[in-house]
Each structure stands twice: as C-alpha cells, then as structure tokens.
C-alpha cells in the first residue's frame, strides 16, 4: 500500500522560510510522479510543485523562485524548501503521487496517492 507521510510544516512571519518533507512507502518513487499541493482556507486545493521521475520541475507562477522541489529516490524523500513565505502561502500542505508521467497539477483527480497534510501557517 503507498503511504505519504508530510512533516515540517509550523508557523512562520512573512518572510520566513519552512522546508517541509514527504516521505514515501510501499512502492519504488523513482517510477513515480511526485508533487505538492495546498488548500488554503476555504479555497480549492492546488498545485504547487511537481517532479517527474527524471527530475524535471514544474511549479504555480506564484511560487516560482521561492519554492524548490526535489527528490531523493534512494531515500524516497520528497523535500520542498519554501523561502520569502507570504501571508498567501497560508494553507494545508499536501505530497502527492502518481504512477507514471506528471498529469497537469489543476487535475487533482489524476493524482492517485495523498497523504494526510501538514499545516503552513504565514502571518505578519
């Protein structure tokens, strides 16, 4: 069974910078497209970043320069290092995956594995 597993997640000032971490088992990632995604308050959940298999990165415009997605297959760890952090940011943090090629990130329902969230937390 794959299970996604996010911590790092906390409370931060704008401006701050957060590295949050997906840890993944019960399949070989490296086969896998993996991503992170986000609901903030009362709004649809989003993509953020995604990676493919090979390595190659896609991000929301709004977050461009200031998150960094990365994985590390031997250790099936998927890390997002989030720096500048603005208020906007604010939101439950979400890994993803799925087997194969990355889908587009506005489709949610092609992404097949979640885990359980961690919460990110900017304020002034």
């Known amino acids: 069974e794959v299970q996604l597993v996010e911590s790092g997640g906390g409370s931060v000032q704008v401006g701050g910078s957060l590295n949050l971490s997906c840890t993944a088992s019960?399949?070989?990632?490296?086969?896998?497209?993996m991503g992170w995604f986000r609901q903030p308050p009362g709004k649809k959940r989003e993509g953020v970043a995604a990676?493919?298999?090979?390595?190659?990165?896609s991000y929301k415009d709004s977050v461009k320069g200031r998150f960094t997605i990365a994985r590390d297959n031997a250790k099936n760890i998927l890390p997002l290092q989030m720096i500048s952090l603005k208020a906007e940011d604010t939101a439950m943090y979400y890994c993803?995956?799925?087997?194969?090629?990355?889908?587009?990130?506005?489709?949610?329902?092609?992404?097949?594995?979640w885990g359980q969230g961690t919460q990110v937390t900017v304020s002034s």
């Open positions: 990676i493919t298999s090979d390595g190659k990165t």
């Open positions: 993803a995956a799925t087997a194969g090629a990355c889908p587009p990130m506005r489709y949610i329902d092609l992404w097949s594995y």
């Open positions: 019960g399949y070989t990632s490296e086969r896998y497209c």
